[in-house]
Antibody
Framework: EVQLVESGGGLIQPGGSLRLSCAAT????????MSWVRQAPGRGLEWVSG???????DYADSVEGRFTISRDNSKDTLYLQMDSLGAEDTAVYYC?????????????WGQGTLVTVSS | AIQMTQSPSSLSASVGDRVTITCRAS??????LAWYQQKPGKAPKLLIY???SLQSGVPSRFSGSGSGTDFTLTISSLQPEDFATYYC?????????FGGGTKVEFK
C-alpha cells in the first residue's frame, strides 16, 4: 500500500529555515514524480515544487531561490528545504506522488504538515 | 507559468442537482488536466485525470470533459458526500498549477 508521511513542520520565526520530510512506503521515490503542494489557512491549493525521476526539479515563482526539493533514494524520503521564510509561507504542506507509469497525476497524498511563520 | 481560472468560486446546490464547474487555461494544455475533491482538514482526492478519465473507485456521477483551454467537471446528481471544494490541476508542463477552487455548499 502506498503511504506518504510528512514531518518537520512547526513554528518558525520570519527569516528562519525549516526542512520538511516525506517518508514513502509502497513504492520507490526515485522512480516517480514527487511534488510538494501547500495550502495557506482558508486558501486554495498551491503547487510549490516537483522532482522527476531523472532528477529534474522545478519550483513555483513564489519559492524559487528560497526552497530546495531533494530526495534520499536509500531512505525513500522526499525533502523540502525552506529558507528565508516569511509569513506568506504559512501553510499546510503536502507531499504527493504522480504515478507516471499509470498516467496518473498527483494521486497519492500525505496527511500534511503545518508550517507557521510568526514571531 | 500557465494560469488556471476556475469558476464559479462557490455555488449553492441541493441533493440531486446537476453541478458544473469550469476551468480555463491561459494556454493550450491538450488534455493534461485533473480534478480533485477536498474536504476540510483532508488531503485532496483525485477524481478525474487526462480531462475525462475517471479515477478508480470514483462514482460515475462525476465526469470531466474538455481539451485545449476549456474544461468542465460535472456532477450529474449531487449527493450529500459531494459537498466539498473542487480544484482543477494542469500537469501539461514541469510547473504545475491549480485553479482557485470551487466550494460546493448546501442551498
Amino acid at each position: 500500500e502506498v503511504q506518504l508521511v510528512e514531518s518537520g513542520g512547526g513554528l518558525i520565526q520570519p527569516g528562519g529555515s525549516l526542512r520538511l520530510s516525506c517518508a514513502a512506503t509502497g513504492f520507490t521515490v526515485s522512480s516517480n514524480y514527487m511534488s510538494w503542494v501547500r495550502q495557506a489557512p482558508g486558501r486554495g491549493l498551491e503547487w510549490v515544487s516537483g522532482i522527476y525521476s531523472g532528477g529534474i526539479t522545478d519550483y513555483a515563482d513564489s519559492v524559487e531561490g528560497r526552497f530546495t526539493i531533494s530526495r534520499d533514494n536509500s531512505k525513500d524520503t522526499l525533502y523540502l528545504q525552506m529558507d528565508s521564510l516569511g509569513a506568506e509561507d504559512t501553510a499546510v504542506y503536502y507531499c504527493a506522488r504522480a504515478d507516471i507509469v499509470a498516467g496518473l497525476p498527483l494521486v497519492n497524498w500525505g496527511q500534511g504538515t503545518l508550517v507557521t511563520v510568526s514571531s | 507559468a500557465i494560469q488556471m481560472t476556475q469558476s464559479p468560486s462557490s455555488l449553492s446546490a441541493s441533493v440531486g442537482d446537476r453541478v458544473t464547474i469550469t476551468c480555463r487555461a491561459s494556454q493550450g494544455i491538450r488534455n493534461d488536466l485533473a480534478w480533485y475533491q477536498q474536504k476540510p482538514g483532508k488531503a485532496p482526492k483525485l477524481l478525474i485525470y487526462a480531462a475525462s478519465s475517471l479515477q478508480s473507485g470514483v462514482p460515475s456521477r462525476f465526469s470531466g470533459s474538455g481539451s485545449g483551454t476549456d474544461f468542465t467537471l460535472t456532477i450529474s446528481s449531487l449527493q450529500p458526500e459531494d459537498f466539498a471544494t473542487y480544484y482543477c490541476l494542469q500537469d501539461h508542463n514541469y510547473s504545475l498549477s491549480f485553479g482557485g477552487g470551487t466550494k460546493v455548499e448546501f442551498k
